[in-house]
């Protein structure tokens, strides 16, 4: 179940980069600095050129961080 899961999560994580990679903001700086409108490949060698894919898995482990964090400490009581 475990590497289900994994799994699972994996096939998310990737398509939620390549939809960035493929999103209009990242399309538009690529056509740009190709003078004209970007393929899908080109988008893509753009991203992970130009530090996106970098960018998404930073993003990523912070994103695990806070989760995380407050699941430990959901119940807690803040301090005043």
Sequence with gaps: MQRVMHATHAKIRNMKEIIEALGDRNRFYASEKL????TDCEAIM????????????NNEIVSK????????????????
């Design 35 to 38: 003078n004209r409108p970007a």
């Design 65 to 80: 961080t806070v989760n995380r964090h407050r699941k430990k400490h959901r119940n807690s009581v803040a301090c005043n």
């Design 46 to 57: 753009h991203y992970v050129e130009n530090g996106g894919a970098l960018d998404f898995r």
